[in-house]
């Protein structure tokens, strides 16, 4: 019994094929009409969002958010909500209900 631990040349190594063998043809990969197909829709797709970028930068701005807000104030002063309806003159103002919750439970 060898105590060598090491494989011997003979033991691992692979005939070589015959010189007259031919390669198998390669037909795996990707057609080249696919391909140009493939980058096409790429490029169509980064020139609609290129474009999407340009049209929304390319809109008027409204002034700063201060700007915005002070004009909003003017417009509708702070006294008065649009929400919330005001009584007619001749009719009783209604009462707001409460709603009470229950205590939390601990």
Do not use: C, Y
């Not at 040349?9 to 390669?26: D, K, L, R, Y």
């Not at 390319?58 to 002070?70: C, D, E, N, P, Q």
């Not at 417009?75 to 007619?88: F, L, T, V, Y």
Request: glycine share 10%.
């Amino acid at each position: 019994m060898p105590t060598n631990v090491v494989p011997s040349e003979s033991e691992g190594t692979t005939p070589a094929p015959p010189a007259n063998a031919v390669p198998p043809a390669e037909g795996s990969g990707m057609g080249h009409l696919v391909a140009l197909l493939v980058g096409a829709v790429i490029l169509l797709a980064g020139g609609g969002v290129g474009f999407f970028i340009w049209n929304k930068s390319s809109a008027v701005t409204r002034g700063s958010l201060i700007t915005s807000a002070m004009n909003e104030l003017k417009k509708n002063p702070p006294g008065e909500d649009k929400d919330e309806e005001k009584p007619a003159p001749n009719q009783p103002e209604k009462k707001k209900m409460e709603i009470k919750f229950p205590p939390p439970m601990t």
